[in-house]
């Protein structure tokens, strides 16, 4: 069963970066293209970017320029480094591997506040 651990959270300053990675177990990583995701209070759990198992990579309007996803198959890993993070970018960021209907972790919360 693949189990998905996210880290990297916390409070940063409007303008600041942080890195999110993932690890993955439980499977073949390789094969499953990997996700992020985030759920702000009150909003509905929206994609912020994903990456295909080939490395193919899509983002939000919201995160195009600004956030990169990455995988490191050896590492069993996926990031998302978040650079000129914007207070609306506060949500609990979760990673996710098959898709929608497939196995989620329990989220970490980036919180950008001056």
């Known amino acids: 069963q693949v189990q998905l651990v996210e880290s990297g959270g916390g409070l940063v300053q409007p303008g600041g970066s942080l890195r999110l990675s993932c690890a993955f177990s439980g499977g073949i990583f390789s094969i499953y293209a990997m996700g992020w995701y985030r759920q702000a209070p009150g909003k509905q759990r929206e994609l912020v970017a994903g990456?295909?198992?080939?490395?193919?990579?899509n983002y939000a309007d919201s995160a195009k320029g600004r956030f990169t996803i990455s995988r490191d198959n050896a590492k069993n890993t996926v990031y998302l480094q978040m650079n000129s993070l914007k207070p609306e970018d506060t949500a609990v960021y979760y990673c996710?591997?098959?898709?929608?209907?497939?196995?989620w972790g329990k989220g970490t919360l980036v919180t950008v506040s001056s």
């Open positions: 990456i295909s198992n080939s490395g193919i990579t």
């Open positions: 996710n591997a098959g898709g929608p209907r497939g196995a």
